[in-house]
């Protein structure tokens, strides 16, 4: 069910597009190599086919609240998606798009065009179809630089919505969950953890909440694990070759390929504006 709180962060995800910045002016592009190497998109069920119908009508309008949008919404561009069931709960949804060092995405995961990715001055990471260059970008995520005085999270590709998801007023985990970008990259750049664990922790039980993942062509490839319900799940680059889907006993997982057992963190977000205001002042000054 589509709660009136989550309509209205869907629109604040719009918005985030910050239309008044670039529509008045050609994109600035920043001229440095490609360094995303896969994007991963994620949700439930439900929350996909409300984000792709959303998509739809967003660049079908190509305004919010009157003003036009410098950007359409990628997610209609989307043509491979892999649906997981798992008992009981929500289907998980993940949309993967690879990249070359050139910025051009596998060809498979998108409807047909000549598309390569390139990041602005403002941060966001938008496809172009150099077929037709005149035309609209479409809008994937942003290039967050992250917090002064704190590198373990940045840079990271993160969603329109993670701006919220760190905010003191975040109160919507119900939806979207407490795992978001910064706890992703941390865990991409520590070499200690052997994969990624994207599970949010809410008072009614864990779940897979809405998120982009990434990784960069220097990472090592890392697996993608979560937990619905009571059901894990390896969403992505599963070790060994197997294959995404239900991890029917994680203790004898995670001791088959020398795995820790995932712990819970002791929040989450785990990472909040909150606790990095004193940095945040400090680079003011």
């Known amino acids: 069910?589509?709660?009136?709180?989550?309509?209205?962060?869907?629109?604040?995800?719009?918005?985030?597009?910050?239309?008044?910045?670039?529509?008045?002016?050609?994109?600035?592009?920043?001229?440095?190599?490609?360094?995303?190497?896969?994007?991963?998109?994620v949700w439930d069920q439900d929350t996909f086919k409300y984000a792709m119908d959303s998509a739809r009508k967003l660049n079908k309008r190509q305004t919010v609240s009157g003003v036009e949008i410098f950007a359409l919404e990628g997610r209609e561009l989307f043509t491979q998606t892999n649906y997981i069931p798992i008992p009981g709960k929500k289907t998980i949804v993940t949309a993967l798009i690879p990249f070359d060092k050139m910025g051009q995405p596998d060809s498979s995961s998108l409807v047909h065009g000549n598309w390569v990715a390139r990041r602005d001055t403002l941060n966001a990471l938008l496809l172009i179809d150099q077929s037709n260059p005149t035309n609209k970008p479409y809008y994937l995520a942003d290039w967050s630089l992250g917090i002064p005085g704190d590198w373990s999270f940045s840079p990271a590709v993160c969603a329109g919505f993670?701006?919220?998801?760190?905010?003191?007023?975040?109160?919507?985990?119900?939806?979207f969950g407490g795992f978001g970008c910064r706890e992703w990259t941390a865990q991409l750049y520590s070499w200690e953890r052997p994969y990624i664990d994207v599970t949010s922790y809410d008072p009614d039980g864990p779940f897979i909440g809405e998120?982009?993942?990434?990784?960069?062509?220097?990472d090592p490839p890392k697996p993608v694990i979560g937990l619905q319900g009571k059901t894990w799940l390896c969403l992505h680059e599963c070790p060994n070759g197997e294959k995404s889907g239900v991890i029917k006993d994680i203790k004898a997982w995670t001791k088959k390929h020398g795995f820790p057992m995932p712990e819970r963190p002791p929040k989450q977000p785990l990472y909040p504006n909150a606790d990095y205001l004193d940095d945040i002042h400090e680079f003011k000054d």
Do not use: Q
């Open 1 to 41: 069910m589509i709660t009136r709180k989550f309509a209205l962060l869907i629109a604040m995800f719009l918005l985030n597009f910050d239309s008044s910045a670039h529509s008045d002016a050609p994109i600035k592009w920043i001229d440095k190599t490609w360094e995303v190497r896969y994007m991963l998109f």
């Open 162 to 175: 993670d701006s919220c998801r760190y905010s003191d007023d975040w109160g919507l985990s119900d939806v």
């Open 211 to 218: 998120f982009v993942g990434w990784s960069r062509f220097t």
